[in-house]
């Protein structure tokens, strides 16, 4: 079975890391897989570190009219399988052929421009519900969840690097620097967390303005911007506890990896999270943008270790059950099969 990705994202994001780790995890299985992608350079480095192969295309837009031609040579000499277009710019530059065409979504994404796929995969029960409901058909229609892809036995990220002393109790958030990720509640929620350091890991278009937030909070001392960090485990492993404020979150692998690595987690009750997290027994929930409630819930996880281990037992449960690597990939390799057998099946 021969496997084609088109990944066409920006350089960070949620979709984008799963896309590279289901890739790699499926490399490591031996299949046969081939990566399209924008010449992203650490993506790249990251591909080439681990021995997958890949084309650059640019998808560049409504006027990039190089990327369809490049883009249908590569699968006319490659002749995969399956194709499975990540988001719906990879999917709209649709390859005509006899493979078969998955499109994957995210979030809550527009059908239209995944309007030649033969099936499709939503990473929640929800987001599924979505595609039937603009009319995809239910057999054609498929939850798949995500996975952490991390080495959790890596080493903590260093705390002298980001002055920290070795002994402080630490909150981390894992997010792109933008507003629906709620980083200017979980700030406000911070100041009225006393004794304890938080550090920020991403990259963003609001970074400026967070820092101006954390400045006039005079929260200068115990905040810390890391900026983005591809080694996800050692940041959850060098810290005490995970926030996960999001105003807006179909899903949120950040979930996954705090429970992955035993990491006590706080999210607030965006679509992802409330439905996959059970509150004080696999994180604690917050109403969105309750920064009240999101400082107690902060106070709560410092002042109460029974209250930490229960939910680091509920999530490692949750995790084992449901978001592991060989869970996930299993689920895929069903759907290509499926797919692959009906196809057969018709032609006969």
């Known amino acids: 079975m021969k496997l084609a990705f088109v990944m066409a994202g920006a350089e960070h994001g949620g979709a984008e890391t799963f896309s590279m780790d289901l890739a790699r ?46 883009l249908n040579k590569i699968m006319q000499d490659f ?3 399956i194709i499975q277009s990540f988001m719906g710019r990879a999917a709209s530059y649709h390859t005509p052929g006899p493979w078969k065409h998955i499109g994957w979504f ?79 509640t979980l700030l406000d929620a911070f100041a009225s967390v006393p004794d304890a350091y938080l550090w920020i890991a991403g990259a963003g278009e609001d970074e400026a303005k967070l820092k101006k937030q954390m400045t006039d909070l005079k929260l200068e001392d115990r905040v810390r911007f890391l900026g983005w960090q591809d080694d996800r485990a050692a940041v959850l492993n060098a810290s005490d ?22 990491t006590p ?24 943008d309750d920064t009240e409630g999101l400082s107690i819930a902060m106070n709560r996880l410092l002042n109460d270790t029974t209250l930490c281990e229960q939910i680091i037992s509920g999530g490692t449960k949750t995790y084992k059950e449901t978001f592991t690597e060989d869970a996930v990939t299993r689920e895929y390799m ?14 006969a």
Request: include cysteine; proline fraction near 5%.
């Open 25 to 70: 995890a499926l490399h490591r299985q031996g299949k046969d897989i081939l990566v399209v992608t924008r010449p992203i350079p650490s993506r790249l480095a990251d591909l080439d570190t681990h021995g997958v192969p890949y084309k650059t295309l640019s998808f560049g837009g409504i006027f990039d009219f190089k990327t369809r031609a490049a």
């Open 79 to 81: 002749q995969p399988d």
């Open 106 to 184: 995210g979030g809550y994404y527009d059908l239209k421009r995944f309007k030649n796929c033969d099936a499709y995969v939503g990473v929640t029960y929800d987001i599924a519900s979505h595609i039937h409901n603009q009319g995809a058909p239910l057999e054609q229609t498929n939850t798949i969840h995500t996975f952490a892809d991390m080495k959790l036995d890596t080493a903590p990220l260093s705390r002298a690097a980001f002055n920290t002393p070795k002994n402080a109790k630490i909150f981390c958030a894992l997010a792109r620097l933008h507003w629906k990720k709620g980083l200017d």
């Open 241 to 262: 506890y995970c926030v996960f404020p999001s105003r807006y979150e179909p899903f949120g692998t950040v979930m996954v990896e705090a429970w992955a690595t035993k």
């Open 265 to 288: 987690i706080i999210a607030a009750a965006s679509q992802g999270p409330a439905a996959y997290m059970k509150n004080e027994e696999n994180g604690l929930l917050i109403e969105i």
């Open 334 to 347: 069903a759907l290509y099969t499926k797919l692959l057998s009906s196809a057969a099946s018709r032609a």
